[in-house]
């Protein structure tokens, strides 16, 4: 546990010093505090536009920093030849995933952090004062940071076995797929063929379904309004127990194929 | 040479800054007459590419609320541009489509189906003229909502107001005047609308409650410039039966409104709301708005005036 926790440092301190990271949290916090001005074309709905402007922009950068930090974390190791140092010493190879994974955890966790006090502060200076819409954001965020620790498993299994360039075409596909899973469902019930719909069936429960953590937007937040509809608690426990029985397989695929891998 | 080739080099960057300088001026011209040209490109066919509400949730990705305001935003920009809608062949075509797809994208929206029933319900110029559409709207904000009262209060509006459908208006606020969450003058609203359909009375108490209670500042002004050309054709009515009544009894018109009016109501009916005198022709006896008025009137259902003109008689 101790190796993992060292090599999960050492990957957020490496992540910390790429420029890459400071340049897409400044873009999203520049987004954030413009939903302020376009808040205002907005009849009304200021609060709403920043909100969901401001989720959207932790949720998409989030997915970039996810994508670019997580699809490096193995093959920078192996370009550099970095890893060969690394396996000499007492490190087992499933450690080394799990402490990439776990390093970049914690900076997507910064990084969101970052983010979320960008959207309040802007929430603050816009004249938001009710203390329930500060809370209930803080369960939107948690939704979007379970995506995002599911899209970061998912780039570090292509990220074992393939190139970055590659390990993010993959990784932004399956993001893109994993919002249309009800539709191949959908479409495997529509079809006469018994094989099709089991096809269907078969990829609907393989592709994670990332529809699911995008269930808390800016309705939810703001409930100060009679028509929005209440939160629901165990909706966001569900996800978060699809996320950690997805991620535990995905990064046993990952630790399956690092295990098989030939350094020499 | 050193010294010649300083000179040179120092020559070649005049040169190059007279240039910079040039190029810069030279393209304003240049500029000026490409955006002439772009702005007169005739009639706007006024495409909308994607019109699908139902695709468009799909391609949103989740950011299904997201895309709901920025389509929220372009049907303001749509319907608040009125030099673009003038290039339009058909000024709010693409009104009912942008307002469904916003709805759709974000059922919650309610300033969306509020607004934008009164978008489409006023009379052209100021709106699409489209009242069916309008209920249609709000029906689907109903269907969604059923608890949301001022959905169907803006429906029997609808019904009253653009339509004339004065029994459907009752029926459907006396609906709202039963459940606990309306307020207690919807009540009194749907018995006068069942019985009074068409009076003055019930008109200006409609608009008064949009004027007070909206928070959209366009939606405010609106409901302002009805309630003020309502003063103005009750004043303009109230003058031509009044001047009916002189002709009758002396056989010609006054001089002077003045000269109709005695007391108070001279100080009041002689001008408009906002200051400005009526126009008067005592050869005629015509009465009218003057020119320079700074009331923005919209005509008053004719209606109205038979209502008001028996109401006045008795």
């Known amino acids: 546990m101790t190796r993992i926790l060292v090599i999960a440092k050492n990957t957020f301190r490496e992540n910390v010093r790429d420029k890459v990271l400071y340049n897409l949290i400044l873009f999203a916090l520049i987004m954030i505090f413009t939903s302020l001005i376009i808040g205002q074309l907005s009849l009304g709905n200021e609060v709403k536009i920043i909100l969901d402007l401001g989720l959207a922009s932790i949720s998409i950068f989030g997915m970039l920093i996810a994508i670019f930090l997580g699809i490096g974390l193995v093959y920078k190791e192996l370009d550099k030849r970095t890893i060969y140092v690394l396996l000499a010493k007492p490190v087992r190879r499933h450690e080394f995933i799990l402490g990439k994974y776990l390093g970049l955890l914690y900076t997507l966790l910064v990084n969101v952090a970052v983010m979320t006090v960008g959207l309040e502060l802007a929430l603050l200076y816009q004249g938001e004062t009710a203390w329930s819409v500060f809370l209930n954001l803080l369960p939107a965020v948690f939704m979007i940071y379970l995506s995002l620790a ?84 165990s909706v966001v426990a569900a996800a978060f127990f699809y996320c950690l029985l997805y991620c535990a397989v995905i990064l046993s695929l990952s630790i399956a194929i690092f295990l098989r891998r030939d350094f020499k | 040479m050193k010294a010649a080739r300083t000179k040179t080099g120092s020559r070649q960057t005049m040169y190059c800054l007279g240039i910079v300088l040039i190029g810069t001026l030279l393209t304003i011209p240049l500029q000026n007459l490409l955006i002439a040209h772009l702005n007169d490109t005739g ?65 919650d929206l309610i300033d969306a189906y509020q607004a934008g029933c009164i978008f489409l319900a006023e009379d052209e110029p100021v ?167 700074k009331v923005h009137y919209v005509a008053v259902p004719m209606r109205y005036k038979e209502d008001f003109l028996t109401t006045l008689a008795d």
């Open chain 1, 150 to 233: 599911l899209v970061t498993a998912l780039a570090l299994l292509f990220s074992t076995f393939s190139t970055p360039a590659l390990s993010a075409l993959f990784t932004f596909f399956l993001w893109i797929i994993g919002h249309f899973g009800r539709d191949l469902l959908y479409f495997g019930e529509l079809s006469k063929s018994v094989f099709v719909n089991w096809i269907c069936a078969g990829i609907y429960y393989v592709i994670p379904n990332l529809s699911i953590f995008k269930i808390m937007g800016s309705r939810h937040i703001i409930q100060s309004l009679s028509f929005y509809r209440p939160m629901d608690p």
């Open chain 2, 43 to 107: 009639p706007d066919p006024d495409l909308l590419y994607l019109n699908s509400p139902k695709i468009l949730k799909k391609m949103a990705l989740g950011y299904d609320s997201l895309l709901a305001d920025i389509y929220w935003l372009r049907t303001i920009q749509y319907f608040g541009d009125r030099k673009e809608a003038e290039k339009r062949t058909v000024r709010f075509k693409n009104l009912y489509t942008l307002l469904d797809i916003t709805t759709t994208l974000d059922p």
């Open chain 2, 127 to 293: 709106g699409a003229g489209l009242p069916g559409e309008a209920l249609k709207l709000l029906d689907k904000g109903i269907e969604v909502h059923p608890e949301e009262w001022r959905l169907r209060y803006d429906k029997g509006f609808i019904y009253y107001w653009f339509l004339s459908d004065f029994k459907s208006a009752g029926d459907v606020w006396l609906e709202v005047s039963r459940r606990p969450e309306a307020p207690e003058e919807m009540g009194p609203l749907a018995a006068m609308a069942l019985s009074q359909g068409g009076a003055m009375n019930v008109a200006r108490s409609l608009w008064k409650r949009q004027y007070d209670e909206s928070t959209r500042k366009g939606i405010r002004e609106n409901a302002r410039n009805r309630l003020l050309s309502l003063q103005v054709a009750e004043d303009l009515w109230t003058l031509e039966y009044l001047l009916g009544v002189y002709r009758l009894e002396n056989e010609k018109y006054p001089g002077s409104l003045e000269a109709l009016l005695s007391g108070e109501s001279r100080k009041v009916m002689t001008v408009d709301p906002l200051g400005t005198p009526y126009d008067y022709d005592p050869e005629t006896g015509a009465v009218k708005l003057n020119p320079q008025t």
